[in-house]
């Protein structure tokens, strides 16, 4: 039998339950019955599973601190190589040299680290040049060479993304700043 509560309904937890409803209840309240290898298993699952979280949880952390201690030595750098000052919208070149290269391409933050967005010409002596409008901020780059990327070995500044890209760091300032 199906009943449908409205709200003047109301449950009674002290009225006798149908034989149908006990009969239920009593079935899912029987343990079904499983091996001890499955059970050992189930519990070694959900063992390593915690094991897992709780090293990604500190390896966040561990990111997390390296992040900023990279921020913060980029920041007190003394060096001023590597900062590019823009008087006007225009393009910042990019240089890398690497003659046995057949394909180059400029990546970074300001392409989305596209390999195709922005090949690289090759000049003499096998030195791969790209002119590149760059907005003025902080910006990690890196050249695609035949598919690997390498950071620029003239820049001054470079970061690690703590999953093993290397990357350059090139400033650009905006007009009229130093």
Same mark, same amino acid.
């Given at each position: 039998? =199906?009943?449908?509560?409205?709200? $003047? $309904?109301?449950? !009674?937890?002290?009225?006798?339950?149908?034989?149908?409803? #006990?009969? #239920?209840?009593?079935?899912?309240?029987?343990?079904?019955?499983?091996? !001890?290898?499955? +059970?050992?298993?189930? =519990?070694?699952?959900?063992?390593?599973?915690? /094991?897992?979280?709780?090293?990604?949880?500190?390896?966040?952390?561990?990111?997390? %601190?390296?992040?900023?201690?990279?921020?913060?030595?980029?920041? #007190?750098?003394?060096?001023? /190589?590597?900062?590019?000052?823009?008087?006007?919208?225009?393009?910042?070149?990019?240089? %890398?040299?690497?003659?046995?290269? +057949? /394909?180059?391409? %400029?990546?970074? !933050?300001? $392409?989305?680290?596209?390999?195709?967005? %922005?090949?690289? /010409?090759?000049?003499?002596?096998?030195?791969?040049? =790209? !002119?590149?409008?760059?907005?003025?901020?902080?910006?990690?780059?890196?050249?695609?060479?035949?598919?690997?990327?390498? =950071?620029?070995?003239?820049?001054?500044?470079? #970061?690690? $993304?703590?999953?093993?890209?290397?990357?350059?760091?090139?400033?650009?300032?905006?007009?009229?700043?130093?």
């Amino acid at each position: 039998m =199906i009943h449908d509560m409205t709200s $003047d $309904d109301h449950f !009674d937890d002290d009225a006798p339950l149908t034989p149908e409803l #006990a009969s #239920a209840i009593e079935c899912l309240r029987v343990e079904e019955p499983v091996s !001890d290898a499955w +059970r050992r298993s189930l =519990i070694e699952g959900v063992e390593a599973a915690r /094991r897992k979280q709780r090293v990604q949880k500190r390896l966040i952390g561990v990111a997390g %601190l390296a992040a900023a201690a990279a921020v913060c030595a980029v920041v #007190a750098h003394p060096s001023n /190589r590597g900062v590019v000052s823009v008087r006007s919208p225009s393009a910042v070149h990019f240089e %890398l040299t690497a003659p046995q290269a +057949r /394909r180059v391409s %400029l990546v970074g !933050d300001f $392409d989305g680290w596209n390999p195709s967005a %922005l090949p690289m /010409r090759r000049g003499a002596n096998g030195a791969w040049m =790209i !002119d590149v409008r760059v907005p003025p901020g902080r910006h990690a780059f890196a050249f695609s060479v035949d598919g690997r990327l390498t =950071i620029d070995p003239t820049a001054a500044l470079s #970061a690690d $993304d703590n999953f093993g890209v290397p990357s350059s760091v090139v400033v650009v300032n905006g007009a009229g700043e130093e």
